[in-house]
Protein backbone atom coordinates (compact mmCIF):
# COMPACT_ATOMS: atom_id res chain seq x y z
CA UNK A 1 0.00 0.00 0.00
CA UNK A 2 1.57 3.30 -1.07
CA UNK A 3 0.91 6.72 -1.46
CA UNK A 4 -0.04 8.38 -5.20
CA UNK A 5 -0.78 11.78 -5.54
CA UNK A 6 -0.91 14.40 -8.52
CA UNK A 7 -1.93 18.11 -9.10
CA UNK A 8 -2.61 20.25 -12.36
CA UNK A 9 -2.47 24.25 -11.62
CA UNK A 10 -4.10 26.83 -13.18
CA UNK A 11 -1.03 28.68 -12.07
CA UNK A 12 2.00 28.23 -9.64
CA UNK A 13 4.78 25.60 -8.48
CA UNK A 14 3.15 21.81 -8.09
CA UNK A 15 6.34 20.33 -6.52
CA UNK A 16 5.51 22.03 -2.60
CA UNK A 17 1.94 21.01 -3.03
CA UNK A 18 2.84 17.52 -4.11
CA UNK A 19 5.83 17.58 -1.23
CA UNK A 20 3.05 18.78 1.45
CA UNK A 21 0.28 15.85 0.11
CA UNK A 22 2.46 12.91 0.12
CA UNK A 23 3.46 14.04 3.90
CA UNK A 24 0.09 13.42 4.56
CA UNK A 25 -0.49 10.06 2.65
CA UNK A 26 3.07 8.85 4.55
CA UNK A 27 0.87 6.28 7.22
CA UNK A 28 0.47 4.45 3.74
CA UNK A 29 4.47 3.70 3.22
CA UNK A 30 7.15 5.45 4.31
CA UNK A 31 10.43 3.26 2.32
CA UNK A 32 11.29 6.07 0.03
CA UNK A 33 9.57 9.09 -2.21
CA UNK A 34 10.04 10.98 -5.27
CA UNK A 35 8.27 13.59 -7.35
CA UNK A 36 8.29 14.45 -11.36
CA UNK A 37 6.92 17.51 -12.61
CA UNK A 38 7.21 19.36 -16.20
CA UNK A 39 8.17 21.99 -17.12
CA UNK A 40 8.56 23.53 -20.82
CA UNK A 41 8.96 20.35 -22.30
CA UNK A 42 11.52 19.37 -19.71
CA UNK A 43 10.50 16.30 -17.15
CA UNK A 44 12.19 16.94 -13.59
CA UNK A 45 12.34 14.21 -11.30
CA UNK A 46 13.83 13.68 -8.01
CA UNK A 47 13.45 11.10 -5.68
CA UNK A 48 15.02 8.72 -3.08
CA UNK A 49 14.74 5.92 -0.70
CA UNK A 50 13.60 7.03 3.39
CA UNK A 51 11.50 8.91 4.93
CA UNK A 52 10.11 11.63 3.29
CA UNK A 53 11.55 14.73 5.72
CA UNK A 54 14.96 12.97 5.70
CA UNK A 55 14.67 12.89 1.85
CA UNK A 56 13.63 16.23 1.51
CA UNK A 57 16.31 18.01 3.82
CA UNK A 58 19.14 16.35 1.09
CA UNK A 59 17.10 16.74 -2.57
CA UNK A 60 14.96 19.54 -1.44
CA UNK A 61 11.30 18.35 -3.04
CA UNK A 62 9.70 21.73 -3.35
CA UNK A 63 12.52 22.93 -5.88
CA UNK A 64 11.35 21.74 -8.90
CA UNK A 65 9.68 23.76 -11.88
CA UNK A 66 6.13 23.26 -13.70
CA UNK A 67 2.76 23.40 -12.81
CA UNK A 68 1.76 20.00 -13.48
CA UNK A 69 3.23 16.83 -11.28
CA UNK A 70 2.82 13.22 -9.81
CA UNK A 71 4.79 12.25 -6.36
CA UNK A 72 4.56 8.98 -4.74
CA UNK A 73 5.33 7.51 -1.14
CA UNK A 74 6.19 4.20 -0.91
CA UNK A 75 5.88 0.75 0.70
CA UNK A 76 7.72 -1.71 -1.37
CA UNK A 77 6.03 -5.03 -2.38
CA UNK A 78 8.53 -5.53 -5.25
CA UNK A 79 11.92 -4.28 -5.15
CA UNK A 80 14.19 -3.27 -1.73
CA UNK A 81 13.30 0.13 -0.78
CA UNK A 82 16.30 1.26 -2.70
CA UNK A 83 16.86 4.95 -4.57
CA UNK A 84 16.41 3.17 -8.39
CA UNK A 85 13.00 1.03 -7.19
CA UNK A 86 11.37 4.36 -5.62
CA UNK A 87 8.95 5.90 -7.94
CA UNK A 88 7.92 7.85 -10.39
CA UNK A 89 9.34 5.26 -12.83
CA UNK A 90 9.83 6.30 -16.80
CA UNK A 91 10.19 4.86 -19.90
CA UNK A 92 13.69 4.83 -22.38
CA UNK A 93 13.69 8.31 -22.91
CA UNK A 94 12.32 9.94 -19.23
CA UNK A 95 9.52 11.44 -21.26
CA UNK A 96 7.01 9.28 -19.44
CA UNK A 97 6.23 8.75 -15.88
CA UNK A 98 4.26 7.20 -13.61
CA UNK A 99 3.28 6.77 -9.68
CA UNK A 100 1.28 3.33 -8.69
CA UNK A 101 -0.18 1.94 -5.83
CA UNK A 102 -0.48 -1.95 -6.57
CA UNK A 103 0.62 -4.71 -7.81
CA UNK A 104 1.33 -5.80 -11.57
CA UNK A 105 1.03 -9.86 -11.19
CA UNK A 106 1.93 -10.48 -14.97
CA UNK A 107 4.78 -7.73 -14.74
CA UNK A 108 7.47 -10.70 -14.95
CA UNK A 109 6.84 -11.75 -18.79
CA UNK A 110 5.94 -8.34 -19.77
CA UNK A 111 9.60 -7.21 -18.85
CA UNK A 112 10.98 -10.09 -20.85
CA UNK A 113 9.55 -9.22 -23.77
CA UNK A 114 10.16 -5.54 -23.13
CA UNK A 115 13.80 -6.58 -22.84
CA UNK A 116 13.76 -8.27 -25.73
CA UNK A 117 12.93 -5.82 -27.98
CA UNK A 118 15.28 -3.07 -26.72
CA UNK A 119 13.83 -1.48 -23.56
CA UNK A 120 16.04 -0.82 -20.58
CA UNK A 121 14.88 -1.78 -17.15
CA UNK A 122 16.52 0.44 -14.19
CA UNK A 123 14.44 -0.85 -11.50
CA UNK A 124 12.89 -4.26 -9.83
CA UNK A 125 9.43 -3.20 -9.48
CA UNK A 126 6.30 -4.22 -11.09
CA UNK A 127 5.62 -0.80 -12.14
CA UNK A 128 8.22 0.26 -14.51
CA UNK A 129 6.60 -1.73 -17.00
CA UNK A 130 3.72 0.55 -17.48
CA UNK A 131 5.87 3.80 -18.76
CA UNK A 132 7.71 1.06 -21.11
CA UNK A 133 4.34 -0.24 -22.38
CA UNK A 134 2.73 3.35 -22.93
CA UNK A 135 6.37 4.25 -24.69
CA UNK A 136 5.99 1.33 -27.20
CA UNK A 137 2.45 2.78 -28.03
CA UNK A 138 3.26 6.32 -28.05
CA UNK A 139 6.08 5.18 -30.42
CA UNK A 140 3.55 3.57 -32.96
CA UNK A 141 1.50 7.04 -32.55
CA UNK A 142 -1.14 6.62 -30.59
CA UNK A 143 -1.81 9.90 -28.03
CA UNK A 144 -0.95 9.24 -24.47
CA UNK A 145 -4.75 8.63 -23.97
CA UNK A 146 -5.12 5.60 -25.80
CA UNK A 147 -1.55 4.70 -25.21
CA UNK A 148 -2.72 4.25 -21.53
CA UNK A 149 -5.71 2.65 -21.94
CA UNK A 150 -3.63 0.00 -24.44
CA UNK A 151 -1.62 -0.50 -21.47
CA UNK A 152 -4.23 -0.97 -18.94
CA UNK A 153 -5.87 -3.40 -21.03
CA UNK A 154 -1.99 -5.49 -20.99
CA UNK A 155 -1.36 -5.76 -17.25
CA UNK A 156 -3.23 -7.56 -15.16
CA UNK A 157 -3.05 -7.23 -11.29
CA UNK A 158 -4.34 -4.14 -8.96
CA UNK A 159 -3.35 -0.40 -9.31
CA UNK A 160 -4.20 3.49 -9.08
CA UNK A 161 -2.19 4.94 -11.24
CA UNK A 162 -1.45 8.67 -12.58
CA UNK A 163 1.06 9.21 -15.34
CA UNK A 164 2.39 12.30 -17.39
CA UNK A 165 3.90 13.08 -20.60
CA UNK A 166 5.90 15.44 -22.06
CA UNK A 167 4.62 15.02 -25.00
CA UNK A 168 1.09 16.47 -24.00
CA UNK A 169 2.46 18.19 -20.79
CA UNK A 170 -0.82 19.71 -19.69
CA UNK A 171 -2.62 16.55 -18.80
CA UNK A 172 -2.66 13.76 -16.02
CA UNK A 173 -3.74 10.44 -16.93
CA UNK A 174 -5.21 8.15 -13.93
CA UNK A 175 -6.92 5.03 -13.31
CA UNK A 176 -8.17 2.80 -11.03
CA UNK A 177 -8.25 -1.32 -10.68
CA UNK A 178 -8.84 -2.35 -6.76
CA UNK A 179 -6.19 0.36 -5.20
CA UNK A 180 -8.42 3.42 -4.08
CA UNK A 181 -8.36 6.71 -6.03
CA UNK A 182 -10.11 9.59 -5.55
CA UNK A 183 -10.19 12.79 -7.67
CA UNK A 184 -10.00 16.60 -5.87
CA UNK A 185 -11.37 20.03 -8.03
CA UNK A 186 -10.53 23.10 -6.64
CA UNK A 187 -10.48 26.60 -7.16
CA UNK A 188 -6.53 26.95 -8.01
CA UNK A 189 -6.53 22.91 -9.64
CA UNK A 190 -7.30 19.71 -10.04
CA UNK A 191 -5.89 16.81 -7.89
CA UNK A 192 -5.94 12.96 -7.95
CA UNK A 193 -4.74 10.76 -4.82
CA UNK A 194 -4.71 7.71 -3.43
CA UNK A 195 -7.02 9.52 -0.48
CA UNK A 196 -8.85 12.54 0.32
CA UNK A 197 -6.05 13.00 3.19
CA UNK A 198 -3.86 14.21 0.51
CA UNK A 199 -5.70 17.70 -0.63
CA UNK A 200 -8.45 17.81 1.77
CA UNK A 201 -6.65 21.09 3.08
CA UNK A 202 -6.59 22.52 -1.20
CA UNK A 203 -10.37 21.32 -1.44
CA UNK A 204 -13.11 19.29 0.21
CA UNK A 205 -14.84 19.15 -3.08
CA UNK A 206 -14.05 14.66 -4.00
CA UNK A 207 -15.12 12.23 -7.24
CA UNK A 208 -14.39 8.50 -6.18
CA UNK A 209 -13.07 6.94 -9.05
CA UNK A 210 -14.24 3.28 -9.45
CA UNK A 211 -12.63 -0.02 -10.76
CA UNK A 212 -12.33 -0.33 -14.66
CA UNK A 213 -12.41 3.76 -14.54
CA UNK A 214 -9.45 6.23 -16.26
CA UNK A 215 -9.93 9.53 -15.75
CA UNK A 216 -7.81 12.78 -17.45
CA UNK A 217 -7.57 15.55 -15.51
CA UNK A 218 -6.79 19.45 -16.59
CA UNK A 219 -6.49 22.47 -14.89
CA UNK A 220 -9.82 23.36 -14.68
CA UNK A 221 -11.58 20.19 -15.48
CA UNK A 222 -11.92 16.35 -15.34
CA UNK A 223 -13.22 14.24 -17.68
CA UNK A 224 -13.99 9.85 -16.97
CA UNK A 225 -14.37 6.98 -19.02
CA UNK A 226 -14.63 3.34 -18.30
CA UNK A 227 -11.66 1.59 -19.95
CA UNK A 228 -12.82 -1.59 -21.19
CA UNK A 229 -16.07 0.40 -23.75
CA UNK A 230 -14.52 3.77 -23.24
CA UNK A 231 -17.71 4.89 -21.88
CA UNK A 232 -17.70 8.71 -20.81
CA UNK A 233 -18.69 8.73 -16.89
CA UNK A 234 -20.27 11.82 -15.88
CA UNK A 235 -19.79 12.32 -12.10
CA UNK A 236 -19.94 15.53 -9.99
CA UNK A 237 -17.52 15.97 -6.74
CA UNK A 238 -19.22 15.80 -3.36
CA UNK A 239 -18.29 17.81 -0.29
CA UNK A 240 -16.22 15.78 2.55
CA UNK A 241 -16.42 16.46 5.70
CA UNK A 242 -13.73 15.55 7.62
CA UNK A 243 -10.50 16.46 9.32
CA UNK A 244 -7.29 15.57 7.97
CA UNK A 245 -6.51 12.77 10.61
CA UNK A 246 -10.16 11.47 10.48
CA UNK A 247 -9.36 11.44 6.56
CA UNK A 248 -6.10 9.45 7.01
CA UNK A 249 -8.55 6.80 9.02
CA UNK A 250 -10.68 7.45 6.07
CA UNK A 251 -13.29 8.09 8.51
CA UNK A 252 -12.80 5.32 11.04
CA UNK A 253 -12.56 6.32 15.15
CA UNK A 254 -9.14 4.35 14.53
CA UNK A 255 -6.38 2.70 12.54
CA UNK A 256 -7.31 -0.95 14.47
CA UNK A 257 -10.89 -0.79 13.59
CA UNK A 258 -9.78 0.76 10.17
CA UNK A 259 -7.24 -2.06 9.51
CA UNK A 260 -9.87 -4.94 10.63
CA UNK A 261 -11.88 -3.17 7.71
CA UNK A 262 -9.30 -3.86 5.38
CA UNK A 263 -8.87 -7.46 5.83
CA UNK A 264 -11.00 -8.78 3.03
CA UNK A 265 -8.94 -6.24 0.25
CA UNK A 266 -5.59 -7.65 2.41
CA UNK A 267 -6.99 -10.84 1.57
CA UNK A 268 -7.43 -10.79 -2.12
CA UNK A 269 -4.13 -9.21 -2.12
CA UNK A 270 -2.66 -12.10 -0.68
CA UNK A 271 -3.99 -13.91 -3.70
CA UNK A 272 -2.09 -12.25 -6.30
CA UNK A 273 1.75 -13.49 -5.08
CA UNK A 274 4.13 -14.43 -7.79
CA UNK A 275 3.41 -17.94 -7.78
CA UNK A 276 7.18 -18.72 -8.34
CA UNK A 277 7.82 -17.40 -4.99
CA UNK A 278 5.45 -19.64 -2.98
CA UNK A 279 6.61 -22.52 -5.54
CA UNK A 280 10.09 -22.08 -4.50
CA UNK A 281 9.16 -22.10 -0.63
CA UNK A 282 6.83 -25.03 -0.89
CA UNK A 283 10.03 -26.64 -2.49
CA UNK A 284 11.99 -26.18 0.39
CA UNK A 285 9.74 -26.90 2.43
CA UNK A 286 8.81 -30.20 0.94
CA UNK A 287 12.51 -31.36 1.04
CA UNK A 288 13.01 -29.91 4.88
CA UNK A 289 14.47 -31.80 7.39
CA UNK A 290 12.54 -30.76 10.55
CA UNK A 291 10.86 -27.42 10.56
CA UNK A 292 10.22 -25.08 12.81
CA UNK A 293 7.93 -22.41 12.25
CA UNK A 294 9.76 -19.50 14.24
CA UNK A 295 7.76 -16.12 15.52
CA UNK A 296 6.72 -13.72 18.39
CA UNK A 297 2.77 -12.11 19.54
CA UNK A 298 0.40 -12.66 16.92
CA UNK A 299 2.74 -13.94 14.44
CA UNK A 300 3.56 -17.35 16.67
CA UNK A 301 -0.60 -17.70 16.64
CA UNK A 302 -0.04 -17.73 12.72
CA UNK A 303 2.26 -20.15 13.25
CA UNK A 304 -0.10 -22.17 15.63
CA UNK A 305 -2.48 -22.16 12.66
CA UNK A 306 -0.06 -23.18 10.18
CA UNK A 307 1.05 -26.59 11.71
CA UNK A 308 -2.51 -28.01 11.85
CA UNK A 309 -2.10 -26.60 8.34
CA UNK A 310 0.74 -28.40 6.72
CA UNK A 311 -0.15 -31.57 8.90
CA UNK A 312 -3.50 -31.81 7.54
CA UNK A 313 -2.45 -30.73 4.09
CA UNK A 314 0.67 -31.57 3.11
CA UNK A 315 1.27 -34.83 5.96
CA UNK A 316 4.39 -32.04 6.92
CA UNK A 317 4.98 -32.46 11.02
CA UNK A 318 6.24 -28.66 11.38
CA UNK A 319 6.82 -27.52 15.27
CA UNK A 320 5.52 -23.88 16.24
CA UNK A 321 8.20 -22.17 18.72
CA UNK A 322 7.95 -19.31 20.37
CA UNK A 323 10.73 -16.91 19.21
CA UNK A 324 12.38 -16.23 22.30
CA UNK A 325 12.35 -19.86 23.54
CA UNK A 326 13.42 -21.19 20.57
CA UNK A 327 17.27 -21.28 21.27
CA UNK A 328 16.38 -22.67 24.50
CA UNK A 329 13.95 -25.32 23.61
CA UNK A 330 15.11 -26.29 20.25
CA UNK A 331 18.43 -25.13 19.60
CA UNK A 332 20.57 -28.40 20.54
CA UNK A 333 18.46 -29.97 17.51
CA UNK A 334 19.12 -27.40 14.95
CA UNK A 335 21.83 -28.35 12.19
CA UNK A 336 22.27 -28.40 9.03
CA UNK A 337 18.97 -30.64 7.90
CA UNK A 338 16.76 -28.00 10.16
CA UNK A 339 14.51 -25.24 8.08
CA UNK A 340 13.36 -22.63 10.07
CA UNK A 341 10.27 -20.50 8.78
CA UNK A 342 10.42 -17.32 10.65
CA UNK A 343 7.06 -15.07 10.33
CA UNK A 344 7.31 -11.32 11.46
CA UNK A 345 4.85 -8.14 10.25
CA UNK A 346 7.55 -5.99 10.89
CA UNK A 347 10.31 -8.11 9.91
CA UNK A 348 12.54 -6.24 12.61
CA UNK A 349 11.30 -8.57 15.87
CA UNK A 350 14.78 -8.88 17.72
CA UNK A 351 13.10 -12.55 19.29
CA UNK A 352 12.95 -13.63 15.72
CA UNK A 353 15.86 -12.38 14.68
CA UNK A 354 18.20 -13.83 17.50
CA UNK A 355 16.10 -17.05 16.85
CA UNK A 356 16.99 -16.92 12.85
CA UNK A 357 20.73 -16.00 13.42
CA UNK A 358 21.09 -18.61 15.69
CA UNK A 359 19.82 -21.61 13.26
CA UNK A 360 21.64 -20.17 10.56
CA UNK A 361 25.06 -20.24 12.73
CA UNK A 362 24.23 -24.25 12.53
CA UNK A 363 23.78 -24.02 8.85
CA UNK A 364 19.79 -24.58 8.91
CA UNK A 365 17.84 -22.75 5.93
CA UNK A 366 16.19 -19.81 6.70
CA UNK A 367 12.58 -19.18 5.07
CA UNK A 368 10.64 -16.09 5.90
CA UNK A 369 7.33 -14.28 5.38
CA UNK A 370 6.66 -10.65 6.04
CA UNK A 371 4.67 -7.79 5.64
CA UNK A 372 8.01 -5.50 4.99
CA UNK A 373 10.05 -5.70 1.73
CA UNK A 374 13.81 -4.44 2.89
CA UNK A 375 13.34 -5.82 6.40
CA UNK A 376 16.07 -7.46 8.24
CA UNK A 377 14.27 -10.89 8.23
CA UNK A 378 14.00 -10.27 4.07
CA UNK A 379 17.99 -10.21 4.26
CA UNK A 380 18.94 -13.45 6.06
CA UNK A 381 16.48 -15.01 4.55
CA UNK A 382 17.03 -18.02 1.65
CA UNK A 383 13.51 -17.22 0.31
CA UNK A 384 10.75 -14.67 1.73
CA UNK A 385 7.56 -13.46 0.74
CA UNK A 386 6.11 -10.55 1.51
CA UNK A 387 2.36 -10.82 2.18
CA UNK A 388 1.47 -7.45 0.68
CA UNK A 389 -0.76 -6.52 3.87
CA UNK A 390 -0.33 -2.74 3.89
CA UNK A 391 1.55 -0.98 6.27
CA UNK A 392 -0.18 -1.58 9.65
CA UNK A 393 -0.28 1.43 12.21
CA UNK A 394 -2.26 -0.42 14.76
CA UNK A 395 -0.28 -1.57 17.44
CA UNK A 396 -2.11 -5.11 17.58
CA UNK A 397 -2.38 -6.58 14.32
CA UNK A 398 -5.45 -7.61 12.63
CA UNK A 399 -5.24 -7.89 8.65
CA UNK A 400 -1.63 -8.88 8.49
CA UNK A 401 -2.53 -11.79 10.92
CA UNK A 402 -5.63 -12.96 8.65
CA UNK A 403 -2.98 -12.33 5.69
CA UNK A 404 -0.10 -14.56 7.04
CA UNK A 405 -2.62 -17.37 7.36
CA UNK A 406 -4.03 -17.17 3.91
CA UNK A 407 -0.08 -17.11 3.04
CA UNK A 408 0.45 -20.04 5.15
CA UNK A 409 -2.68 -22.29 3.84
CA UNK A 410 -1.13 -21.47 0.19
CA UNK A 411 1.92 -22.90 1.08
CA UNK A 412 0.78 -25.98 3.10
CA UNK A 413 -1.76 -26.48 -0.34
CA UNK A 414 1.47 -26.13 -2.80
CA UNK A 415 3.32 -28.39 -0.60
CA UNK A 416 0.55 -30.93 -0.55
CA UNK A 417 0.63 -30.84 -4.58
CA UNK A 418 4.22 -31.50 -4.25
CA UNK A 419 3.87 -34.50 -2.11
CA UNK A 420 0.37 -35.77 -3.95
CA UNK A 421 -0.57 -36.79 -0.57
CA UNK A 422 -4.47 -35.17 -1.30
CA UNK A 423 -6.53 -36.07 -3.83
CA UNK A 424 -7.59 -33.21 -6.73
CA UNK A 425 -10.54 -32.53 -5.42
CA UNK A 426 -10.07 -32.41 -2.00
CA UNK A 427 -6.79 -29.46 -3.31
CA UNK A 428 -9.81 -27.98 -5.85
CA UNK A 429 -12.18 -27.06 -3.00
CA UNK A 430 -9.29 -25.81 -0.71
CA UNK A 431 -8.30 -23.55 -3.77
CA UNK A 432 -11.56 -22.55 -4.67
CA UNK A 433 -12.37 -21.87 -0.86
CA UNK A 434 -9.29 -19.87 -0.23
CA UNK A 435 -10.39 -17.54 -3.55
CA UNK A 436 -14.22 -17.40 -1.54
CA UNK A 437 -12.42 -16.08 1.62
CA UNK A 438 -12.44 -12.68 0.87
CA UNK A 439 -15.80 -12.15 0.51
CA UNK A 440 -16.35 -14.34 3.52
CA UNK A 441 -14.45 -11.98 5.39
CA UNK A 442 -16.58 -8.88 4.10
CA UNK A 443 -19.65 -10.48 5.40
CA UNK A 444 -18.23 -12.07 8.60
CA UNK A 445 -17.82 -7.77 9.48
CA UNK A 446 -20.86 -6.87 8.19
CA UNK A 447 -23.09 -9.78 10.14
CA UNK A 448 -21.18 -9.53 13.86
CA UNK A 449 -19.68 -5.48 14.23
CA UNK A 450 -23.01 -4.79 15.88
CA UNK A 451 -23.18 -7.40 17.42
CA UNK A 452 -19.70 -7.53 19.28
CA UNK A 453 -20.55 -3.92 20.21
CA UNK A 454 -23.30 -5.32 22.04
CA UNK A 455 -21.40 -8.17 23.81
CA UNK A 456 -18.57 -5.58 24.64
CA UNK A 457 -21.27 -3.32 26.15
CA UNK A 458 -22.37 -6.41 28.14
CA UNK A 459 -19.41 -8.33 29.42
CA UNK A 460 -16.75 -5.32 30.05
CA UNK A 461 -17.55 -5.40 34.00
CA UNK A 462 -16.03 -9.45 33.48
CA UNK A 463 -12.42 -9.70 35.63
CA UNK A 464 -11.03 -12.95 33.35
CA UNK A 465 -12.46 -14.04 30.19
CA UNK A 466 -11.63 -17.94 28.66
CA UNK A 467 -11.02 -18.98 25.26
CA UNK A 468 -11.46 -22.29 24.31
CA UNK A 469 -11.24 -24.33 21.07
CA UNK A 470 -10.07 -27.71 19.65
CA UNK A 471 -7.61 -28.47 16.42
CA UNK A 472 -6.44 -25.42 15.02
CA UNK A 473 -9.12 -23.47 16.28
CA UNK A 474 -6.95 -23.80 19.72
CA UNK A 475 -5.01 -21.17 17.80
CA UNK A 476 -8.12 -18.81 17.06
CA UNK A 477 -8.57 -18.87 20.55
CA UNK A 478 -4.69 -18.11 21.43
CA UNK A 479 -5.04 -14.88 18.99
CA UNK A 480 -8.47 -13.50 20.28
CA UNK A 481 -6.85 -14.00 23.73
CA UNK A 482 -3.67 -11.81 22.89
CA UNK A 483 -6.18 -9.08 21.18
CA UNK A 484 -8.72 -8.98 24.38
CA UNK A 485 -5.35 -8.55 26.71
CA UNK A 486 -3.12 -6.28 24.33
CA UNK A 487 -5.99 -3.90 23.98
CA UNK A 488 -8.67 -3.91 26.45
CA UNK A 489 -5.93 -5.30 29.25
CA UNK A 490 -8.64 -7.59 30.28
CA UNK A 491 -7.23 -10.98 31.55
CA UNK A 492 -7.65 -13.96 29.39
CA UNK A 493 -6.78 -17.88 29.27
CA UNK A 494 -7.07 -19.77 26.14
CA UNK A 495 -6.89 -23.20 26.02
CA UNK A 496 -7.16 -26.53 23.91
CA UNK A 497 -10.62 -27.12 25.22
CA UNK A 498 -9.93 -31.07 25.68
CA UNK A 499 -6.64 -29.59 27.68
CA UNK A 500 -9.14 -27.16 29.68
CA UNK A 501 -10.39 -30.26 32.17
CA UNK A 502 -7.08 -30.38 32.93
CA UNK A 503 -7.10 -27.79 35.18
CA UNK A 504 -8.10 -24.62 34.40
CA UNK A 505 -12.10 -25.50 34.86
CA UNK A 506 -11.65 -24.94 38.40
CA UNK A 507 -11.77 -20.84 37.86
CA UNK A 508 -15.16 -21.80 36.19
CA UNK A 509 -18.13 -20.32 38.41
CA UNK A 510 -21.56 -18.59 38.10
CA UNK A 511 -20.57 -15.64 34.94
CA UNK A 512 -17.58 -16.52 34.28
CA UNK A 513 -17.18 -15.78 30.50
CA UNK A 514 -16.43 -18.35 28.44
CA UNK A 515 -15.61 -17.89 24.55
CA UNK A 516 -15.77 -20.87 22.15
CA UNK A 517 -14.77 -21.26 18.96
CA UNK A 518 -16.70 -23.80 16.96
CA UNK A 519 -16.87 -24.32 13.13
CA UNK A 520 -18.62 -27.10 12.04
CA UNK A 521 -15.57 -29.32 11.46
CA UNK A 522 -14.07 -32.94 12.79
CA UNK A 523 -14.28 -31.43 16.23
CA UNK A 524 -17.81 -30.07 16.91
CA UNK A 525 -19.49 -33.08 18.68
CA UNK A 526 -16.88 -33.05 21.22
CA UNK A 527 -16.60 -29.16 21.48
CA UNK A 528 -20.38 -29.14 22.47
CA UNK A 529 -19.59 -32.05 25.58
CA UNK A 530 -17.02 -29.26 26.39
CA UNK A 531 -19.67 -26.31 26.25
CA UNK A 532 -21.87 -28.54 28.85
CA UNK A 533 -18.94 -29.12 31.59
CA UNK A 534 -18.56 -25.17 31.34
CA UNK A 535 -22.69 -24.26 31.37
CA UNK A 536 -22.95 -26.81 34.12
CA UNK A 537 -20.75 -24.70 35.79
CA UNK A 538 -22.58 -21.49 35.32
CA UNK A 539 -20.14 -20.00 32.63
CA UNK A 540 -21.86 -17.39 30.05
CA UNK A 541 -21.03 -18.97 27.04
CA UNK A 542 -19.90 -16.63 24.08
CA UNK A 543 -19.71 -19.05 20.60
CA UNK A 544 -18.16 -18.26 17.41
CA UNK A 545 -20.26 -20.66 15.24
CA UNK A 546 -21.21 -21.05 11.30
CA UNK A 547 -23.97 -19.37 10.14
CA UNK A 548 -27.42 -21.70 10.77
CA UNK A 549 -25.66 -24.02 13.53
CA UNK A 550 -28.47 -24.28 15.65
CA UNK A 551 -27.19 -26.85 18.08
CA UNK A 552 -24.41 -24.62 19.44
CA UNK A 553 -26.52 -21.59 19.12
CA UNK A 554 -29.80 -22.90 21.74
CA UNK A 555 -26.25 -23.65 23.96
CA UNK A 556 -25.08 -19.96 23.90
CA UNK A 557 -25.79 -17.06 25.80
CA UNK A 558 -24.45 -14.74 22.86
CA UNK A 559 -23.24 -16.33 19.48
CA UNK A 560 -21.05 -14.42 16.39
CA UNK A 561 -22.43 -16.32 13.32
CA UNK A 562 -19.65 -16.84 10.02
CA UNK A 563 -22.00 -16.77 7.07
CA UNK A 564 -20.41 -19.36 4.55
CA UNK A 565 -18.63 -22.61 4.58
CA UNK A 566 -15.00 -23.27 4.92
CA UNK A 567 -12.63 -25.94 5.44
CA UNK A 568 -11.10 -26.52 8.61
CA UNK A 569 -7.78 -25.83 8.12
CA UNK A 570 -9.28 -22.39 6.79
CA UNK A 571 -11.32 -21.22 9.62
CA UNK A 572 -9.74 -19.42 11.47
CA UNK A 573 -9.30 -16.70 8.58
CA UNK A 574 -12.53 -16.01 9.52
CA UNK A 575 -13.61 -17.26 12.93
CA UNK A 576 -11.17 -14.76 14.60
CA UNK A 577 -12.60 -11.21 13.01
CA UNK A 578 -15.88 -11.48 15.35
CA UNK A 579 -13.26 -11.85 18.04
CA UNK A 580 -10.93 -8.92 16.79
CA UNK A 581 -14.07 -6.98 16.95
CA UNK A 582 -14.78 -8.07 20.47
CA UNK A 583 -11.45 -6.90 21.97
CA UNK A 584 -11.69 -3.29 19.90
CA UNK A 585 -15.30 -2.70 21.27
CA UNK A 586 -14.31 -3.78 24.55
CA UNK A 587 -10.72 -1.33 24.77
CA UNK A 588 -13.96 1.58 23.30
CA UNK A 589 -16.22 0.33 26.43
CA UNK A 590 -13.22 0.53 28.55
CA UNK A 591 -12.25 4.72 27.30
CA UNK A 592 -9.39 2.86 26.06
CA UNK A 593 -7.06 3.81 22.58
CA UNK A 594 -7.31 0.67 20.67
CA UNK A 595 -4.31 1.73 18.70
CA UNK A 596 -1.72 2.58 21.10
CA UNK A 597 -2.24 0.35 24.10
CA UNK A 598 0.02 1.11 26.75
CA UNK A 599 3.85 -0.71 27.32
CA UNK A 600 3.49 -2.36 23.65
CA UNK A 601 5.24 -1.86 20.57
CA UNK A 602 4.09 -2.57 17.10
CA UNK A 603 7.81 -4.40 16.97
CA UNK A 604 10.39 -5.11 19.57
CA UNK A 605 13.65 -4.56 18.25
CA UNK A 606 14.86 -5.46 21.46
CA UNK A 607 15.68 -8.75 23.19
C1 LIG B 1 4.63 -7.11 19.19
C2 LIG B 1 3.39 -6.47 18.56
O1 LIG B 1 5.51 -6.13 19.59
O2 LIG B 1 5.29 -7.94 18.25
C3 LIG B 1 2.46 -7.59 18.14
O3 LIG B 1 2.74 -5.63 19.51
C4 LIG B 1 3.20 -8.52 17.17
O4 LIG B 1 1.33 -7.05 17.51
C5 LIG B 1 4.52 -9.02 17.73
O5 LIG B 1 2.38 -9.60 16.87
C6 LIG B 1 5.35 -9.71 16.65
O6 LIG B 1 5.66 -8.76 15.66
P1 LIG B 1 6.15 -9.20 14.21
O7 LIG B 1 6.41 -7.90 13.52
O8 LIG B 1 7.39 -9.99 14.38
O9 LIG B 1 5.06 -9.98 13.57
Known sequence: MCGIFGCVLKKGKAAPLIHAALKRLEYRGYDSVGEATLYNGVMYIKKDQGKIDDVHKIINLDDMPGNIGIGHTRWATHGAPYKENAHPHTDCESKIAVVHNGIIENFFEIKEELEAIGHEFKSKTDTEVIPHLVEEDMKRGMPLIEAVRDTLKRISGSYALAIISNDEPDKIICARNDSPLVIGVGEEGVYCASDITAFLPLTNKAVIIENGEL??????????????????????????????EMAERQGYPHFMIKEIHEQPRCLRDTLRLQDMYLDLMATFLDRAGEIFLVAAGTSYNACLAASYMFSELAFLATHPVIASEFIEQQGMAVNINSTILAVSQSGETADTLAAVDYARIRAATILGLTNTVGSSLTRVSRVYIVQQSGPEIGVAATKTFTSQMSVLAQLALRVAKIRGKVGHRQIEEIESSIKQIPEIAEKTIKKNELKAVEVAKKLKEKKVFFFLGRGISSATAQEAKLKLMEIAYVPSIAYPAGESKHGPISLVERGFPVVFVCPKDRTHKTIIGNIMEMKARGAIIISVIEEGDEEIKTLSDEYFEIPGKLPEVLSPIAFIIPLQMLAYYMAIEKGLNPDKPRNLAKSVTVK
Open 215 to 244: AVLKADHYKIWTISDWEPVKKEPEKVKWTI
